[in-house]
Structures are given as structure tokens and as C-alpha cells.
């Protein structure tokens, strides 16, 4: 099991950053795919047409999400927190996720930084 850390800064409003995380109409824009999403803690969320479930174990708007994501039979629980802090013009978002089994790490690294972060920055960062 292996953990990943990372950090990202957006330049655009905290809500609108925000939304990119939680709202399922905004994740289908920036990633192209209808999402299962809502904050409700123990509800269940599917991005990526199922590649990516799990559940919501906590959310506080606009400050942080924390969810389990599933990956079959598991002893420990990869848990994904997400922080939201202004920083100047920009919104810094911290990612903390842990127990990734070792064979879907690299790929889980990629997605992250990529498929993730990667396309929300652009999606939100377009003038």
C-alpha cells in the first residue's frame, strides 16, 4: 500500500473550484463523463462511468471533501482527502490519498494528476 500527496493552484473563484469536486453537472464538463456525486456523508459517488467509486465520509463547502475510494477487497481503506485554501488570486487544493494498493498506484498517480487536477485547472483556468 502506498500513499500520494499533491498540490495544485487555480486560478478562479473557491466555488467554482469547489463544484469541480462535488457537482456532478460541473465534473461531467471537465471530464466528459456523467458523474454520480452528492455530499451527503455515506453516499456513494462513480466517476469515469464507474472507473473511480467509492463514498463520501465527509464534506464541508468550500473547505474539504473526504471520501473512501473502493478498490475491491481491501483490509484498509484508501481515504482521499481534499483541502480548498485561498491563496491570493487562486485557489490551492491539497490531495492526500492513502492505502492505494500497490499495483494501481502509478496509474492512480497518473489519473490524479492528469485525468484529475490536470483537466480541472484547464477547465477552470480557460479565458
Not at 498540490?7 to 458523474?35: C, H, Q
Not at 462513480?46 to 463514498?55: N, P, Q, R
Request: aromatic share 14%.
Amino acid at each position: 500500500m502506498k500513499d500520494f500527496k499533491t498540490r495544485v493552484k487555480i486560478k478562479a473563484e473557491m466555488e467554482d473550484v469547489f463544484a469541480a469536486f462535488t457537482n456532478p453537472f460541473t465534473i461531467e464538463l471537465w471530464s466528459g463523463y456523467p458523474a454520480v456525486m452528492s455530499l451527503e456523508p455515506g453516499a456513494e459517488f462513480s466517476l469515469w462511468e464507474g472507473d473511480i467509486c467509492g463514498c463520501i465520509l465527509e464534506a464541508e463547502e468550500n473547505v474539504k471533501v473526504v471520501q473512501e475510494w473502493f478498490f475491491g477487497e481491501q483490509e484498509e481503506a484508501s481515504i482521499v482527502t481534499i483541502k480548498f485554501f485561498k491563496d491570493g488570486g487562486k485557489i490551492q487544493v491539497d490531495v492526500n490519498h492513502t492505502n492505494i494498493p500497490d499495483e494501481a498506484y502509478e496509474d492512480i498517480c497518473e489519473g490524479w494528476e492528469e485525468y484529475f487536477l490536470g483537466a480541472i485547472k484547464t477547465f477552470l483556468e480557460i479565458e
